[in-house]
T-cell receptor, first 111, second 113 residues
Framework: KQEVTQIPAALSVPEGENLVLNCSFT??????LQWFRQDPGKGLTSLLL?????REQTSGRLNASLDKSSGRSTLYIAASQPGDSATYLC??????????FGQGTELSVKP | EPEVTQTPSHQVTQMGQEVILRCVPI?????FYWYRQILGQKVEFLVS????????KSEIFDDQFSVERPDGSNFTLKIRSTKLEDSAMYFC???????????FGPGTRLLVL
């Protein structure tokens, strides 16, 4: 059964710092991996999607990498801003289409 | 930009009552999903729906739950007899056939008393 784990559970950094969020999964037979942002009490906003055949994806200050064989993905946020404060979720998609989520990393960027 | 919408945003109901949560997926999307998130827990998959039938469902999605696409735009989740443990945020998501990204709605917060 696929399990997705994210560490750390919470992270607090000063504005401007570069940071890395980690995601690991137990079954490497994934179809793709998606990173989301969730603001308190709100829905999920898709940030990046990496196909199983890809190694990384970039969007603005965000870069996500995927090492399928070791069951790991990282989300790198460059030059963090207070507006980046949110919970970041990673989710893996199996062949059938459902997403299996990690518990999230709660990020706080202090001005 | 097109987005998934959900109504109501909040619903309070008594245990044992039926609730219907409504979603309007993005118009050209063909795959539809329901997920839920109990407070403080992971987002959990409930059910996926394609071509007017359920394509996959989780252990949570028992016979108290049902989904329907009653017309060309709405996608509904019905809970026949709500339990206290059904209290959660329910998210609808959709995706188009040619792309992999699932787009989520803002959620319906359900509270069962």
């Amino acid at each position: 059964k696929q399990e997705v784990t994210q560490i750390p559970a919470a992270l607090s950094v000063p504005e401007g710092e570069n940071l890395v969020l980690n995601c690991s999964f137990t079954d490497s037979a994934i179809y793709n991996l998606q990173w989301f942002r969730q603001d308190p009490g709100k829905g999920l906003t898709s940030l990046l999607l990496i196909q199983s055949s890809q190694r990384e994806q970039t969007s603005g200050r965000l870069n996500a990498s995927l090492d399928k064989s070791s069951g790991r993905s990282t989300l790198y946020i460059a030059a963090s801003q207070p507006g980046d404060s949110a919970t970041y979720l990673c989710a893996v998609r199996n062949q059938g289409g459902k997403l299996i989520f990690g518990q999230g990393t709660e990020l706080s960027v202090k001005p | 930009e097109p987005e998934v919408t959900q109504t109501p945003s909040h619903q309070v109901t008594q245990m044992g009552q039926e609730v219907i949560l409504r979603c309007v997926p993005i118009s050209n999307h063909l795959y539809f999903y329901w997920y839920r998130q109990i407070l403080g827990q992971k987002v959990e998959f409930l059910v996926s729906f394609y071509n007017n039938e359920i394509s996959e469902k989780s252990e949570i999605f028992d016979d108290q739950f049902s989904v329907e696409r009653p017309d060309g735009s709405n996608f509904t989740l019905k809970i026949r007899s709500t339990k206290l443990e059904d209290s959660a945020m329910y998210f609808c998501a959709s995706r188009v056939d040619s792309q992999e990204t699932q787009y989520f709605g803002p959620g319906t917060r359900l509270l069962v008393l």
